[in-house]
C-alpha cells in the first residue's frame, strides 16, 4: 500500500522558514517522480515543484523559485520541501504527491501558516 506522510508544518512569521518533510512507503521510491502541491485557504489546488526519481532534475513555479528547494533522499524513502523567506501569501495546506505505476498518490497534507 503506498503511503505519503507530510510533517514539518507550523506557524512562522514572514521571513522564516520551514522544512516540510514527507515520508513514503509501499512503492519503489527511487524511481518515482515526486511533487509538492498546496491548496491555500478558499482556493485550488497549486503545483508548486517537482523532482524525478533520481533527484538530478528540479522545477518549481514562479511564485516560489529562489525561494523553496525541493529535494530528496532516496536512502530513506524521504521527500524534502525548504522553504525560505516565507509570505503570509505560502500559507496552505501543503501535500506530497508521487507517480506510482501511472498512478498519483497524495499524502494527508500538513499546514504552513505564515503570520506576524
Known amino acids: 500500500e503506498v503511503q505519503l506522510v507530510e510533517s514539518g508544518g507550523g506557524l512562522v512569521r514572514p521571513g522564516g522558514s520551514l522544512r516540510l518533510s514527507c515520508a513514503a512507503s509501499g512503492f519503489t521510491f527511487g524511481i518515482a517522480p515526486m511533487s509538492w502541491v498546496r491548496q491555500a485557504p478558499g482556493k485550488g489546488l497549486e503545483w508548486i515543484s517537482g523532482i524525478n526519481g533520481g533527484g538530478s532534475t528540479t522545477n518549481y513555479v514562479d511564485l516560489v523559485k529562489n525561494r523553496f528547494a525541493i529535494s530528496r533522499d532516496n536512502a530513506k524513502n524521504t521527500l524534502y520541501l525548504q522553504m525560505n523567506s516565507l509570505k503570509p501569501e505560502d500559507t496552505a495546506v501543503y501535500y506530497c504527491?508521487?507517480?506510482?505505476?501511472?498512478?498519483?498518490?497524495w499524502g494527508q497534507g500538513t499546514q504552513v501558516t505564515v503570520s506576524s
Open positions: 504527491t508521487a507517480v506510482v505505476r501511472f498512478m498519483h498518490y
